[in-house]
């Protein structure tokens, strides 16, 4: 099988020869690999099925209206990120935050926000045939994003207020965003004509406890907001890929609803995540990407641990389909390199 038709027989719930296979990596781990492999595209060196395509941005970055200007570098959106180290790693945290300083509907119509038209869609189709024989995939974790999206121009306790009180001025600050990725999408989808396997979008629905927010709110506010994305794969043939963080258990049965094809990022270590649990449950309905703990075995586990998991997921979760194998989110710094080679050597049955 190639990547392709290995990723998208999982995704119609037949087994495959092997696993379908991802990687998120920081890029600490990454720089690590890159030494271990001397130079080799590592994605070819563990099998990865997938790839991702994107349009470039073209516009101008620059602080947004009533910011300082001082922060390392800007987004599309105005906000300002400063780079920050940490003994886990190194991170680029927002720290000027221009959306935070709307207050009103004049605020909202006056803001300078960025044109789906500074991106570069002209060889979208090209790319996607040069990788024809993957499951080539476009857009993101950060599309729409709405929570954690919004909250680097506006504040997370802000979004949040904003959603459970519906302010209409947070709103529509918040609909900026998603009716903007909404356009992006159907731009990138248009270019490709045909040739994007998977739409990648975003919204962490979930924390390590449970939902996020109440169901009603979901219903009422998420939903009608991340339903035109599936929505819009699917006219264009290609499946819906929606990355949650956290305990999003409760909320699968509405992500079947909506049509959602590929649930990802997903962790193991909520309660209501037990990997066997929620197969049982919905695996023949929902293609489960992620799994292979980031939290405790791979950064605390032994490589023997690391395949033990594998293993069990490769058994369990991904019996008659409906798996792609990968870590539950970027493996992280402190992770010993070991047992990331571990997780692929598994699941490939070599040895680098």
Known sequence: MTSKERVLAACRHEETDRVPLQVYLTPEIQAQLVEFFAGRDLREAFGIDLRSIGAGWCGELRPGPGLPGNADRYDMWGAGYTVCHYEAG??????????????????VEAYPWPSVDEYDFTDLRARCETLSEYAVCFGGAGIPDILNGVSRGRGMEQVMLDIMTADPVGIAVIDHRVDHFLDYCRRGLEA???AIDILCIGEDCGSQRGRMFPPHIFDEFFVPRLQPF????????????????????????????MGLDILDAMQPEPPGMDPPTIKRLYGDRLTFCGLVSTQHTLPHGTVEDVRREVRERIEIVGAGGGYILSPAHCIQPDTPIENVLAIYEEALGVTF
């Open 90 to 107: 190194t991170y680029s945290e927002a720290t000027e935050l221009p959306l935070a300083l709307i207050e009103t509907m004049d605020d």
């Open 192 to 194: 490709a004509d045909g």
């Open 230 to 257: 599936i929505d819009l794969a699917h006219e264009f043939g290609a499946l819906a890929m929606l990355h949650s963080c956290g305990d999003t258990s409760d909320i699968m049965p509405t992500y079947i609803e």
